[in-house]
Structure formats: structure tokens, C-alpha cells
């Protein structure tokens, strides 16, 4: 009921950028956050950027002052701006989607959404 599609990742040199995108489309009533998740090879998936419908935002501290999470609310979409990309910052990136759908009844009910993934990896 639910789809994401990111784009946006592939292969850069350190110092780089990239852009990721994630739209979500479907039976979607309200957005409560937007984000962006990280796994590395080996390593427990975590979070790189948050973007609340208020527009607060939230950022691994790895990542502060280098990426940039916005978001557009019209197309339900979410951007995360990468700057100055390190080797460390390799991984697959995954968009999530913290939602509400409107049911039949009139109640909503919560939900959570996950991208396919996208590699970004970052040579040096």
C-alpha cells in the first residue's frame, strides 16, 4: 500500500557529493518523520538524518556538518545532501517513512516503511 524508491546513490571519490531521494507514494494520511538509515559490510544498520514533520532534524554525529536532510512535503519526498564524503561513509543507504494511514472506519492507523536501499560507496 505503501512504496518508497530512492535514488541517488552510486560511486565517489572522497571529498565528493552525492543526493540521495526517497519518495513515498500510496495510502499515506500524514507523515510523522522522514529519514535516512545507514549499513555498513559487518555492521548493524544506524541512523544518519531525521527530518520531523515540524521540520526539526536529527543527525548521527558522524555525519553533522557534512549532510544535509531536507525534505519536500507537497511530494512526500526526502533528500539527504552528502558533502565531503569520507570512505567510512560506504555503506547501503535506506530511507524510512514513520506514517499514518486513514482507514474506512476513520481512524488511523501507524505505520513504518522502508526503502530498498541504495549503495553509496566512497573510494579513496
Known amino acids: 500500500q505503501v512504496q518508497l524508491v530512492e535514488s541517488g546513490g552510486g560511486l565517489v571519490q572522497a571529498g565528493g557529493s552525492l543526493r540521495l531521494s526517497c519518495a513515498a507514494s500510496?495510502?499515506?494520511?500524514?507523515?510523522?518523520?522522514m529519514g535516512w538509515y545507514r549499513q555498513a559490510p559487518g555492521k548493524q544498520r544506524e541512523l544518519v538524518a531525521v527530518?520531523?514533520?515540524?521540520?526539526?532534524?536529527n543527525y548521527a554525529d558522524s555525519v553533522k556538518g557534512r549532510f544535509t536532510v531536507s525534505r519536500d512535503t507537497a511530494k512526500n519526498t526526502v533528500y539527504l545532501q552528502m558533502n565531503s564524503l569520507k570512505p567510512e561513509d560506504t555503506a547501503v543507504y535506506y530511507c524510512n517513512v514513520n506514517a499514518n494511514q486513514k482507514l474506512s472506519t476513520g481512524a488511523l492507523r501507524f505505520f513504518a516503511s522502508w526503502g530498498q536501499g541504495t549503495q553509496v560507496t566512497v573510494s579513496s
Open positions: 527530518i520531523a514533520s515540524g521540520g526539526s532534524t
Open positions: 500510496g495510502n499515506i494520511f500524514s507523515i510523522n518523520h
